[in-house]
């Protein structure tokens, strides 16, 4: 069996891609478990400092694979108790990849709904291609909601956005996706992947322990009060500016040369 998800990484950035494309990249939880067991391997890499998220073929991730085995489905409907245990599974893997210390990208192309839209929604930063087609889909299918899909895109969008888009389920065009803000850039699908690769080669260029604070700023700030926030953003500012990459960014400044960050 070819595996159902792929990893390679070239340089400082790592490319995860679902491997299911004659089923759209449906999703199912042998799947789910195999993305989980990639992300916990690159979290802990201080080399790798950008994933991105992908799907093989011609879409992104059509939420969860209806002709899936019984016993690979998300939900098997054996038991409440047994369907919690899968998702307590499932999401402890959502959480793990919103929460890695890389930044995430999510390359979308062709379609994207209900889970496979939390899935991208739990990025960092999320570019499409022009044919990308978006659906939260959940009601359509009789459900309200996993992978918590309505929890970012409130966030992300705002409370009133998230209602339309949710409780009033259609298709939505990468062109207005983006005009939404519900991606950050449209690009012609031939040109999405090399996107995706420049924008990553584009983050590792910076300082390496700045990133990290700055991903850890982001995570913090849509969490607690700020208060807490400022006195986190000010140890993470402290410990960075005491850092080799602050002197090598100013020389580079100085000298007009692009800086070469060690992170220490």
Known sequence: ???RVTTRIEGAT???EFNNPDRRNALSFD???DLGAALSGLSSSSHVRVVILTGRGSDFCVDTDLAAPRETKTVRGESVADDTERFRQINAMLNHFHQMPQVTIAAIDGGCAGAGLSLALAADLRIASERSVFNTAFL?????????????MSRLLGGALARDLYLMPRKVSATEALGLGLVGSVVPAA????TAQDTARRLACAA??????????LLQSSTTVLGDYLA??????VQCARSDDVREAAAAFLEKRPPVFTGR
């Open 208 to 217: 390496p322990l700045a990133l990290r604070s700055m991903k850890q700023n």
């Open 140 to 152: 359509t299918a009789g459900l309200p909601g996993d992978l918590g899909g309505i929890w970012f």
């Open 14 to 16: 790592a490319t995860i």
């Open 232 to 237: 986190a953003e000010s140890e993470r500012l």
């Open 1 to 3: 069996m070819a595996n």
């Open 191 to 194: 040109e999405l992947q090399t």
């Open 31 to 33: 799947l789910l478990h």
